[in-house]
């Protein structure tokens, strides 16, 4: 998911239609509350922000997605007047920016970077949490690499896509994870209001946790015409506590 806050309905626009134009998911904003909300309820792999929003700067994104305890990971590319300062743009990537693009901003330059960023996020996040041995979801332990779950001596090997879907919603606890970045991430290709593929998903997973003798929908809700959300269990929040 692509987050694009700007003030300006012409701009945010014409990053949109650039953005569906390579299938890549995006939402649009105009302010910093309006950013918060979205995050809220999904994180982003990249987002494109104007310096000035209609109530505050980019300095309240960038704190927002590098919080410490809640790190998004997103590469944040900050759009700025012509006459913005290098002290001005220094500081923006002492912020957590990754880019400072100056106006008249270039398109074919700005699709470069989402397609840099994007695809670096997601490898690293998937990187970090495949990397870990395990990790705790849903009251199981997920062994990412075996491809397999574990709870009360119970063990069951899930698949490939199963796996991608568990990490997904590790990585967001407690918000929605709208289907555009499901589709997107695990699929391949665009959300087009057909949710099928992934109720299919859904549903395997949890026939693979009952297995295990764990109900899936008691901590995953399906927010309908939205995507999942995820509600870690008491245990999984206190596991996750301890290793940070």
């Known amino acids: 998911m692509i987050f694009i806050a700007s003030n300006s309905k012409r701009e945010a626009a014409a990053v949109a239609g650039l953005c569906e134009s390579h299938s890549w998911p995006c939402q649009v904003c ?7 909300k979205l995050l809220g309820k999904t994180l982003p792999r990249a987002v494109v922000t104007r310096h000035q ?23 944040v ?20 920016a990754a880019c400072v693009l100056r106006d008249p901003v270039r398109m ?26 395990k990790f705790d979801f849903a009251g199981a332990t997920v062994f990412p690499q075996e491809r397999r779950i574990e709870y009360a001596g119970r063990s069951v090997r899930i698949t ?22 499901l589709y997107s991430e695990i699929l391949e290709r665009a959300f087009a ?9 859904f549903a395997k997973v949890g026939t693979s946790f009952s297995r295990i003798g764990i109900e899936i929908r008691t901590v995953v809700h399906v927010i309908p015409k939205t995507g999942y959300h995820y509600l870690p269990p008491l245990s999984d929040q206190q596991s996750t506590s301890r290793q940070r």
């Open 30 to 36: 105009s302010s910093i509350v309006g950013f918060g």
């Open 53 to 75: 929003l209609s109530d505050g700067y980019s300095d309240e994104i960038l704190a927002l997605l590098n919080d410490p305890v809640n790190p998004t990971g997103a590469k």
């Open 77 to 96: 590319l900050v759009l700025a007047p012509a006459g913005f300062s290098s002290k001005e743009e220094g500081r923006q990537i002492a912020l957590g």
């Open 108 to 133: 074919d330059v700005l699709v470069e970077y989402l397609a840099k960023y994007r695809t670096r996020v997601t490898a690293s996040l998937d990187r970090q949490m495949g990397s870990r041995p």
């Open 160 to 181: 490939p896509k199963e796996i991608e879907f568990i990490q997904i919603l590790a990585r967001a606890p407690g918000k929605v994870v709208a289907y555009g970045t």
């Open 193 to 201: 209001g057909d949710t099928t593929n992934m109720r299919v998903l």
